[in-house]
């Protein structure tokens, strides 16, 4: 009995830690976030969907490619297998760049002929189904391995894009600041993310206050480097951007997108500090906070070690195209990585970077603060 009415004081203790460190905390920042929400919220018609994509009478059809083209030529046969005219087979011209990448099978989407007449053209390459395919191979690893885990993490990331979708982008577009809406959105994003993967627990909220604090870390540097570097976004949507909404400044939108970028990287090495903490704590209950806080950050370097290269690689990986465009040029490598588009990218990982390798201390003393440590015996 006696070690059963124990364990009814340390799960007491833990549960009043819990709350208060939710009242104290995360009910704030909670309450901050629902008064942002709906401050924010895009009320009435957005702009979304409002841009037609073909003029009036064409539209996209799907279609099987049956006769790639010839090894001088560009014209493919498609068989179409949407539309009007489902069922035959035309000629349809592709981009030199592409010519040699579709073969026989392929799915592709046309454009049909417009009201004029005409013959159909090359719109995109059909990816639906592969995608697909991933899409479920990802949710069967997550189900097998994870298991009920992993598929709530997957419930919190859809939660976290319909945030983006419904919300963020919208916001945005109807004038809000990109800069409020970004910061907004990434506390309800956090929130959903890390409380329906791993719980409420002392735990996933000690991950929760780390992620917020290196999120603060790297909007202030994010709000200093796109000013100082004169950071106005890259692309090819941006002239579209400067006609649709004039009122929105392209460097808030850079400084909103380095925001989100470092979402999920940061909630990671939270998360993993957190565990780390615990665990150490469990191994070794009579443990003071400051060896858990050493202990910690022994994983915590080797973590850091692996963040230093992780955002390198991940943008290096991404732009590898654009690498290879710049380098073609006759100039310094050093002028090279400071122009437009590559010091965006530059900025935008040394910014997220500093948050991660921040929040690790920050994470680690946290939950050696918090995590329930019995006394010693003499």
Do not use: C
């Not at 035959?88 to 007449?117: I, T």
């Amino acid at each position: 009995m006696a070690h059963g009415h124990g364990e009814v004081r340390l799960e007491t203790g833990e549960a009043r830690r819990v709350r208060t460190v939710l009242a104290a905390f995360v009910l704030p920042l909670l309450l901050a976030t629902i008064v942002g929400l709906v401050v924010l919220w895009p009320r009435g018609e957005t702009p979304v969907g409002s841009m037609q994509l073909t003029v009036e009478g064409v539209t996209i059809e799907t279609g099987v490619v049956e006769r790639a083209a010839t090894p001088s030529g560009q014209t493919v046969v498609v068989e179409l297998t949407s539309g009007a005219d489902e069922g035959d087979q035309v000629p349809v011209q592709l981009p030199p760049a592409l010519a040699a990448e579709a073969d026989v099978g392929d799915r592709v989407k046309v454009a049909s002929p417009g009201p004029e007449g005409g013959e159909y053209s090359f719109w995109d390459f059909d990816r639906r189904s592969p995608v697909l395919w991933l899409a479920l191979a990802y949710l069967l690893s997550v189900a097998v391995v994870a298991r009920g885990r992993g598929l709530a993490a997957v419930v919190g990331l859809v939660g976290s894009l319909a945030v983006t979708v419904y919300f963020v982008l919208p916001a945005i577009m109807v004038g809000q600041s990109p800069f409020l809406v970004a910061l907004v959105g990434s506390s309800a994003m956090m929130f959903l993310a890390v409380y329906l993967a791993h719980g409420i627990s002392i735990r996933t909220t000690t991950a929760l206050l780390g992620t917020f604090a290196g999120l603060a870390i790297t909007i202030a540097l994010a709000a200093w480097g796109t000013r100082a570097a004169e950071l106005t976004g890259s692309g090819d949507g941006i002239p579209i951007i400067q006609e649709s909404f004039p009122g929105v400044r392209l460097s808030d939108l850079v400084l909103a997108g380095i925001v989100i970028a470092g979402l999920g990287a940061l909630n990671d090495v939270t998360i993993t500090q957190a565990s780390a903490v615990w665990e150490l704590h469990a191994a070794d209950p009579r443990a003071s906070r400051r060896r858990l806080f050493g202990r910690g950050m022994r994983i915590g370097r080797d973590h850091i070690a692996s963040t230093v290269y992780t955002l390198a690689f991940a943008y290096v990986g991404t732009a590898l195209p654009l690498l290879i465009v710049a380098s073609l040029w006759d100039r310094a490598p050093l002028d090279t990585v400071m122009s437009g588009d590559i010091a965006e990218e530059v900025v935008r990982t040394l910014v997220s970077s500093i948050g991660l390798v921040l929040a690790i201390p920050i994470t680690t003393g946290i939950a050696a603060f918090l995590v329930r440590r019995q006394p010693r015996r003499h």
